[in-house]
T-cell receptor, first 108, second 116 residues
């Protein structure tokens, strides 16, 4: 059965303290791995799509990487406005399957 | 980026009434639209997938007679919660995708449904 596991569940950082969020997956026939950001009471906001192992994408303070078993979302020198829940999703077959998310809090 | 809207953003209704939620892709044609529900501090749960002009495909455990989905055009899908009950209270989010399954989904802002 396809599974997507995100860790940690929650992460608290000081402003400027870099860290990484993990998304491990077991799926058959990965078509794409997606990262989204979700603020409370809002829909997820698309961040990145990764299609193959070794691929990397960057956007401002965020960098996403992909291996055959997991993806990392690296956050460099985070700011309080980066506080949100970060969702990882994998597309295999017909459905997009979401992880439970990592709630990130960045304190000033 | 692609924009998806939902209306209404918030609705409160009495038990037994029906509620319709609209999902529109504003600047692209969505070949496939999805409906999710999300409980507090939990991830998204896929309810159904719909392709324009076809019947929706419901996930196991989702009552198709209770959650009616109509994907009338390439830019509009509606979810009607029929005879709503308090346990239907949740955050409902739609998403839209163009092309095939390799493409990302773009999400609407969500609709908070409260059934009294």
């Amino acid at each position: 059965e396809d599974q997507v596991t995100q860790s940690p569940e929650a992460l608290r950082l000081q402003e400027g303290e870099s860290s990484s969020l993990n998304c491990s997956y077991t799926v058959s026939g990965l078509r794409g791995l997606f990262w989204y950001r979700q603020d409370p009471g809002k829909g997820p906001e698309f961040l990145f799509t990764l299609y193959s192992a070794g691929e990397e994408k960057e956007k401002e303070r965020l960098k996403a990487t992909l291996t055959k078993k997991e993806s990392f979302l690296h956050i460099t020198a985070p700011k309080p406005e980066d506080s949100a829940t970060y969702l990882c999703a994998v597309q295999a077959g017909g459905d997009m399957r979401f992880g439970a998310g990592t709630r990130l809090t960045v304190k000033p | 980026g692609a924009v998806v809207s939902q209306h209404p953003s918030r609705v409160i209704c009495k038990s037994g009434t029906s509620v319709k939620i609209e999902c529109r892709s504003l600047d692209f044609q969505a070949t496939t639209m999805f409906w999710y529900r999300q409980f507090p501090k939990q991830s998204l749960m896929l309810m159904a997938t719909s392709n324009e002009g076809s019947k929706a495909t419901y996930e196991q455990g989702v009552e198709k007679d209770k959650f009616l989905i109509n994907h009338a055009s390439l830019t509009l899908s509606t979810l009607t919660v029929t005879s709503a009950h308090p346990e239907d209270s949740s955050f409902y989010i739609c998403s839209a995708r163009t092309g095939n399954a390799y493409n990302e989904q773009f999400f609407g802002p969500g609709t908070r449904l409260t059934v009294l």
